[in-house]
């Protein structure tokens, strides 16, 4: 399992309301606009590169991010639907790469 965690910057605020559970998942939250490595705009393949380059998972709001994990060179994900953000109405996921 991977030891950190990248917050997409569309759900940095679910992010924070669930950081203490996250840390219990997790040993590091990193967060996209606030990372060095994960400037504010950041396009999917490079965020996508980067969670296989550093052996992290993804949570986004965007449901269709796995697809940027394939043009990354990945062979294998599993997405999860993990919650939902009331204020964005839209649901939370995390793409983790298993193959």
């Known amino acids: 399992m991977p030891e950190q965690v990248v917050i997409d910057k569309d759900v940095l605020g679910w992010g924070d309301e ?14 996209v606009g ?3 490595d ?3 705009r950041s396009f999917d393949q490079a965020i996508a590169a980067y ?7 993804l949570i986004t ?13 990945v ?18 996921y995390v793409v983790r790469i298993v193959g």
């Open 51 to 57: 969670c296989r380059d550093h052996v992290c998972d």
């Open 34 to 36: 606030k990372h060095p």
């Open 18 to 31: 669930h950081e203490k559970e996250l840390l219990e998942k997790y040993s590091g939250i990193l967060q």
């Open 75 to 92: 062979k294998k994900v599993s997405v999860e639907r993990v919650g939902r953000m009331e204020k964005g109405d839209k649901f939370v």
């Open 38 to 40: 994960l400037p504010q």
């Open 61 to 73: 709001g965007d449901a269709r991010s796995y697809t940027h994990f394939f043009e990354a060179g």
